[in-house]
């Protein structure tokens, strides 16, 4: 298999030592297509992958486009409200169906041929398929040809898909977060989304998030009141871990939206922000939440959507000067990152890198994240799983 090349017992061996003592991913794993491909296959089909909210399907009859694991995608609000996925392909020869959001559709229907689709999937129309006026034919059950189902569920206002439909209950997933974050989500409204890209490869983009030992020098705003040594590293569950800020408070900024009513008292004074593995980066503070979707284009490019929520309260007029300053604020702290995350992927081109090192107190949660990509790999992979589990129990 591709990755036989890269998975070797070696780096086996120097990942899984402790985080000072360990050596990271070599170079290859960031810039081989086969590799890619692997991490398609094995991490975004086989998990649970936020793809939007459901705000941006609020009314029936809404149709999104959205890419998981390479494969296109549509969400769609059917007109009883429930919301489905199904795969963006019509199933006569294969051609997109939608291709931008569409609202107040009673069908999906083929730009092609016009064939079209029911918001339950089911196929309702063939136009001209026995010829010209005839719109059925004997050889032709359109029973058996709706739109292919993906498994999708919503955790408040996250929507969720996977492909495989073999993972977990999502559920139980969220199980380790939802207990640690009791919010009243029921509150929460989305007050803005930006869009992001870079030029790297999607882990790049993961493990700028997880640490904090770069905000001194690529966030000095942020750091002014927020202080890389205000952070710290949290691993809530197997799925869920990064850092969280001692002295991120809402004053520390000339104004914020209002406080979530019922924020749990244990993070009284604490921003958090972990990831949820594979590709959701979330984050937690006492005015608002954020999630930001991670999705790999190719090795060197990766999209992002950050969404972030307030309460109900905050979205009255009177606090749109301080939700646009807080969106903006965000948004600006993210569009830092892109140029130095970039300048990594450029570093991979070079045979004199091959997997750098960690700060032992300040990188944990990145190394732990580059074991479990290599961990859930070789999972589902089922090669030499049985010495990595015993080589990770030392």
């Known amino acids: 298999m591709p990755g036989d090349l890269y998975l070797t017992s070696q780096l086996l061996e120097r990942l899984n030592r402790p985080t000072g003592q360990a050596t990271g991913l070599p170079r290859t794993l960031y810039t081989s297509p086969e590799f890619f491909t692997e991490e398609q296959e094995y991490l975004f089909e086989r998990s649970w992958v936020f793809v939007a909210v459901t705000d941006e399907i609020r009314e029936p009859g809404t149709a999104v486009p959205v890419t998981v694991a390479g494969k296109p995608i549509v969400i769609v609000r059917d007109r009883l409200g429930t919301v489905r996925a199904f795969h963006n392909v019509c199933s006569h020869r294969g051609a997109l169906l939608v291709t931008e959001r569409v609202e107040g559709q009673a ?53 969720f898909v996977n492909l495989s439909g073999q993972a977990e209950s999502l559920e139980s997933v969220l199980a380790p977060l939802t207990d640690h974050w009791p919010f009243d989500y029921g509150r929460l409204r989305l007050g803005g989304v930006g869009s992001f890209e870079f030029k790297a490869n999607w882990k790049l983009v993961i493990e700028n998030f997880l640490e904090s030992y770069h905000l001194p020098s690529i966030h000095p705003g942020l750091n002014s009141y927020s202080k890389m040594e205000d952070h710290h590293n949290i691993f809530i569950g197997p799925n869920a ?3 969280a800020s001692r002295n991120f408070a809402p004053g520390a900024v000339a104004a914020s939206p209002p406080v979530i009513p019922g924020y749990p008292a244990h993070l009284t004074g604490l921003g958090e922000y972990p990831i949820l593995f594979p590709n959701l980066m979330l984050g937690a503070q006492a005015t608002e939440i954020f999630a930001v979707s991670c999705e790999p284009v190719s090795p060197a490019l990766t999209r992002e959507r950050f969404y972030v929520f307030f309460d109900e309260a905050a979205m009255d007029e009177s606090y749109q000067e301080v939700r646009n300053a807080s969106l903006n604020r965000w948004f600006e702290i993210n569009g830092e990152d892109i140029g130095v995350v970039e300048s990594m992927q450029l570093g991979r081109d070079s045979n004199a890198w091959n997997g750098g090192l960690f700060a032992p107190e300040l990188e944990a949660c990145v190394h732990a994240f580059q074991r479990q990509v290599v961990e859930t790999i070789l999972k589902h992979r089922g090669d030499i799983q049985g010495r990595w589990q015993t080589e990770s129990s030392r």
């Not at 029911?118 to 010829?131: E, H, R, V």
């Not at 719109?135 to 955790?155: K, M």
């Open 107 to 159: 069908w999906i229907r083929c730009p092609y041929h016009s064939w079209a689709y029911g918001l339950d999937g089911a196929l309702k129309a063939t136009p001209n398929i026995g010829g010209h006026g005839v719109h059925s034919h004997p050889d032709l059950d359109v029973s058996q040809h709706g739109l292919r189902p993906v498994r999708c569920e919503t955790w408040h206002q996250l929507i």
């Open 241 to 243: 871990y990064g850092q």
